[in-house]
């Protein structure tokens, strides 16, 4: 595509933007479209002639200028780029110095007087903000940028401008937000907050009361990460080199963590271990011992995230141990050396990066969940709950919360530079392109013995949770043992009426359908936006592309508590207006899901030999052509593979979500949890199972999909089935 | 409109601080095949890009028949190029690849299909047009390449490595197949090797390229022949490069030896010369360097000897119907043609 086409293109959706379309939202809905051209749903032109937005005239004038060079067939470079950032950056700062209020930056009284209040933006701006993107990557192409490529600059633009928006907007909103008191700017607030002995305090050594919640949630993470990775490393052993039958069972059980809402494991141990439980029933009625709240609070959080994760762990180990070339034990041997020295020497030096992955995981994972510890944290308290208690808690106190998000992610963001450090140094390649016909070595007795004591009973316990997963749904009460049959929970949550026509009168209707819906939206919008990220990053060569690759791979490092709160607190006022509404969840998810969309799709394109897109230009076909020809159909099992997970991400995501919900656009998994806060277990844990059927169909039949579709040819890029994604993509950052 | 089919002015391609291609002009004749010849990391093959647009340069102007393409996106130029892998796109089958440059230009698809098919009788793949290519054999899969791109009636054409995936055997076959196929066409041709002998046998041009520069440009013939200067001598063929003298035409001095021999006119005084191993006649006795045999191989077509003299040791390709040596034996060394070179430049 030409610079010019591009920026006619933009320059007329601009204008449509600004002559026709209501510059602000319609909050009281289309009805507001009535006094149009006037009123509530005046466009910007309107809005201009009568005066009352009389400050966005420099919008207008921008635009106008445009206008003859490209009518007359010139596409001025360095014009365009200037217009194009000038429209957004004045819109958007006008929208922010002038609010609901009135005028919110105060200090620019002197030049605007007490202009009247302005509410949120809507259809028309949203046109003139997408034509000033287009006029600026126009005038970019025109300048020789992109390779000349409009399409190619529009897409990189675009894609730079929402990341800023909705990753980095909010981001930067948390952080000032954590430097006011109310309304007045206090730095001072900031250090007395970060530094607060709510976050820090040691009392718990000396005496009874809790320590701060940051050592609470080291603790914690420390604990689950070491915890996990163990018994992922034994699983793994006895998979790959025990010669044990069920390996393929252990793999087939790291889908689990993919399907199962973060606290539906908490539930599970509640209805095993609480003051009623099953287990605590048994041991008090054979053992006498007596019953107690052990499992709310670190023991309870710690198992249930250790369930969570230990698969993971195994799944990350399992690929590694493989990996390890049998030819170097082999080597090892004919040097003379014996089975535990084979092992101590050669395989555990080689497992150690995996290792360090695993930990670092399960740490992550342990820092960003939210589920877990809202539903069995009791007294004990970490980062990504107290944040949601300054928010939703009886202090309402956002600049609190805003503090300790940015403790949570320093946190985060040290775990990575850690990795980051660690792994730069050392990375062992032990998958050769040579044909290797080694056995592998068995392992040593003993460490055989040690595996199977801590693999089988995690596995029973496995099973365990899951089975009360199952069957609590379709029992009486199975949090106080009455096990007899019943439909009444699934009928509560999902009856289904046909007096009077069809009607949807079960209780979880509502929010089953919205998180449908909402993942339903959401996951080919991350598709589709991750695989182009990944093409442009891939294949594209511009200045700036490291940067746009960071960007897009941020929001995966941002543990999802402070997503949410982040969210609430950006776009809860003008100039974008979305709390409460349903974009706000797909926007939610679409950027919290990209990175796995990018990451999936840039391993389909090293797949891709990059001479198939060089080729195509040659023959004349320019980036579009090529995109949908070319690259598009050899990456579709990456898109189904990348639908596949945001949808089911969508589906089982609580910690950013469950600030963002409303009671028109309620979520499942908030539902569930509102459920088990209400102590109607048997109801959470009955919803919990539809939901797991759901996405277990959605995660085999796309699976089943990809396999087919990848036997049609022989030169496909090998994608990642299903399974072996969460390897690739593992790092979710609270679900 | 002259008649160079691409001109390079001054172009240079810099990636960060390496300069790939270093301010080269040159004009490339209609109707010609020319290769790009030289080591790895020459050049040769971003000059190839920079001609498909691939690469746009960071300076200097392109032009291909007449037409300024320097800020061109490979799309708009009128070229088309076999690439070293082929580059054949894998989810579609031969016809659909032929028939791909075609129909993203905007022909219908009945008449791309009859063009394409047109053209892969050309180059004989008759009844393939529903294989995948993954079905095919290499030389299958090279030949659906060259379709691929001629369907388009490209100004120019560009082969980057075209035989490198090619067994031996094959690659003479097919590097005749492409000469005859440029020459029933009056292709203007590019064609990137690293292989000296590959563009001996087709160019009509050679252009050997050295660290982002052009070397020397000319006829196989005249490079084989008359190299500039020792880089090219060596790359062009195996030459013993020897320190010597020039006492006049057809005479010079080799360790202090006098000989005739035929060259090209140079300036008397000390030189370097390169002669070509098939260039020394071995003598029992008579005028000649004296040396002696220190290792001798019969090859079937030929003998190699390494003889040492005083100015080092020669290597000698004799033709089998010549008096053998054996190792140890005395000689003389007869040059029979000798090459006075430049230093080399830069």
């Known amino acids: 595509m030409g610079a010019l086409t591009l920026g006619r293109a933009a320059l007329l959706c601009a204008a449509l933007g600004m002559l026709l379309l209501p510059w602000h939202g319609l909050e009281g809905g289309p009805a507001e479209l009535a006094a149009w051209p006037g009123g509530t749903a005046a466009p910007l032109v309107a809005l201009l002639l009568s005066g009352a937005r009389w400050w966005l005239w420099p919008v207008a004038l921008l635009l106008v200028i445009t206008a003859p060079p490209l009518l007359r067939g010139r596409a001025p470079g360095g014009l365009l780029v200037a217009t194009g950032a000038g429209i957004i950056l004045w819109t958007l700062a006008m929208g922010e110095a002038i609010g609901l209020r009135g005028l919110d930056w105060h200090w620019l009284a002197p030049l605007l007087g007490a202009p009247p209040p302005q509410p949120s933006l809507g259809w028309g701006a949203l046109f003139v903000l997408v034509g000033a993107t287009g006029l600026f990557a126009s005038g970019l192409a025109a300048r020789g940028a992109f390779g000349a490529d409009a399409f190619v600059a529009f897409l990189v633009a675009g894609s730079a401008f929402l990341l800023l928006l909705f990753v980095f907007g909010p981001l930067f909103t948390i952080l000032s937000a954590a430097v006011y008191e109310g309304d007045r700017f206090a730095p001072g607030a900031l250090v007395a907050r970060v530094t607060a002995p709510e976050a820090w305090s040691l009392a718990c050594l000396a005496t009874h009361e809790g320590c701060g919640v940051v050592w609470n949630t080291l603790l914690l993470a420390t604990l689950t990460a070491v915890l996990s990775t163990m018994i992922g490393l034994f699983f793994a052993l006895l998979a790959v080199r025990g010669g044990v039958r069920a390996a393929p069972l252990f793999r087939a059980m790291t889908i689990l963590p993919l399907i199962t809402p973060p606290f539906v494991v908490a539930m599970a141990l509640i209805v095993l271990f609480g003051r009623t439980g099953i287990v605590t029933t048994f041991m008090w009625d054979w053992f006498d011992i007596p019953r107690s709240r052990w499992i709310y609070g670190l023991p309870g959080v710690l198992l249930a995230q250790v369930l969570a994760q230990a698969p993971i762990a195994f799944l990350l180990l399992d690929g590694a141990l493989r990996a390890i070339s049998p030819s170097l034990e082999e080597a090892s041997a004919t040097m003379g050396a014996r089975r535990f020295t084979i092992f101590r020497t050669v395989t555990w030096p080689l497992l150690k990066p995996a290792l360090a992955a695993a930990f670092l995981l399960g740490f992550v994972e342990s820092l960003a969940d939210f589920g877990n510890p809202l539903v069995l944290g009791g007294d004990f308290d970490v980062l990504s709950t107290r944040i949601f208690f300054a928010i939703a808690g009886a202090r309402h106190d956002p600049g609190r919360a805003a503090a300790l998000a940015l403790l949570l992610l320093a946190l985060t963001f040290g775990a990575f530079a850690l990795q980051a450090l660690w792994l730069g140094r050392r990375r062992y390649t032990t998958v050769t392109g040579k044909g290797d016909s080694g056995i592998p070595a068995p392992l040593p007795a003993g460490l055989k013995l040690t595996c199977g004591l801590v693999v089988w009973p995690w596995m029973l316990f496995t099973a365990a949770v899951y089975g009360v997963i199952l069957v609590g749904g379709f029992v009486h009460d199975i949090g106080r043992g009455d096990m007899s049959f019943t439909w009444r929970h699934i009928l509560t949550a999902f009856e289904v009426e046909w007096r009077d026509g069809f009607a949807l009168r079960g209780s979880a209707w509502d929010s089953l359908l919205t998180t449908i819906e909402v993942a339903a939206i959401a996951a080919p919008i991350t598709a589709f936006l991750g695989i182009l990220l990944a093409w442009l990053i891939a294949r594209q060569d511009f200045r700036g592309r490291r940067t746009l690759e960071f960007m897009t791979m941020l929001s995966f490092a941002i543990p999802g508590t402070v997503v949410g709160v982040s969210y609430v607190m950006a776009f809860n006022v003008p100039p974008i207006e979305l709390t409460g509404t349903a974009l706000i969840l797909i926007l939610c998810f679409v950027f919290r899901n990209l990175p796995v969309g990018v990451r999936g799709g840039l391993a389909a394109l090293a797949q891709i030999d990059r001479s198939l897109d060089e080729a195509s230009a040659t023959m004349g076909a320019g980036a579009v052509d090529t995109l949908r020809r070319v690259v598009l159909p050899l990456m579709r099992p990456a898109i189904i593979t990348a639908l596949a997970f945001s949808f089911v991400h969508a589906m089982t995501a609580v910690s950013a979500v469950i600030f963002l919900v409303s009671a028109r656009h309620n979520l499942a998994t908030v539902y569930i949890v509102g459920r088990v806060e209400a102590g109607e277990m048997a109801l959470a844990i009955a919803y919990s199972t539809v939901l797991i059927f759901i996405m277990l169909a959605v995660v085999l039949g796309i699976e089943k999909g990809v396999g087919r579709a990848r036997l049609g040819r022989r030169a496909a890029p090998a994608s990642p089935g299903l399974r072996n994604a969460p390897a690739a993509a593992p790092v979710r950052a609270g679900a | ?346």
């Open chain 2, 1 to 346: 409109m002259t008649d160079a089919a691409i001109t390079f002015d001054r172009v240079t391609k810099a990636f960060g601080t390496v300069r790939a291609v270093d301010e080269v002009s040159f004009d490339l004749p209609r109707g010609a095949l020319v290769t790009l010849l030289g080591p790895s990391g020459c050049g040769k093959t971003t000059t190839l890009r920079l001609v498909a647009g691939l690469e746009l340069p960071t300076e200097g102007r392109i032009t291909i028949e007449g037409r300024d393409v320097t800020r061109l996106a490979a799309a708009e130029r009128r070229i088309a190029m076999v690439f070293q892998s082929y580059a054949l796109f894998p989810h579609m089958n031969v016809l659909e690849n032929v028939a791909y440059g075609l129909v993203v230009n905007g022909a219908r698809k009945a008449a791309a299909e009859t063009d394409a098919l047109a053209m892969l009788k050309t180059l004989g793949l008759e009844g393939l047009g529903q294989r995948l290519p993954s079905e095919l054999s290499g030389g299958q899969q090279q030949r659906v390449a060259v379709a691929r791109a001629l369907v388009l009636r490209p100004q120019v054409l560009l082969f980057d490595e075209p035989l490198s995936n090619l067994d031996a055997r094959l690659r003479r076959r097919v590097r005749e197949d492409i000469r005859d196929l440029q020459k029933r066409l009056g292709l203007s041709v590019v064609y990137v090797t690293h292989d000296q002998q590959e563009a001996l046998a087709v160019s009509d041009l050679v252009c050997v390229m050295r660290a982002g520069k052009i070397a020397q440009m000319g006829t196989p013939n005249e490079l084989y022949e008359d190299p500039a200067d020792s880089f090219i001598a060596d790359f062009m063929g195996e030459a013993n490069v020897l320190d010597g003298e020039v006492l006049g035409p057809d005479r010079i001095a080799l360790g202090g030896v006098a000989l005739a021999t035929r060259m090209r006119a140079h300036p008397a005084g000390p030189a370097q010369l390169a002669v070509r191993p098939e260039s020394i006649t071995l003598l029992a006795e008579g005028e000649g360097l004296p040396g002696r045999i220190q290792r001798a191989a019969f090859l079937g077509q030929t003998r190699e000897y390494e003889v040492e003299t005083a100015v080092g040791t020669l290597f000698v390709v004799a033709p089998a119907a010549a008096p053998a040596f054996a190792g140890g034996e005395a000689v003389r060394c007869r040059m029979e043609r000798v090459i006075p070179l430049r230093p080399p430049r830069g």
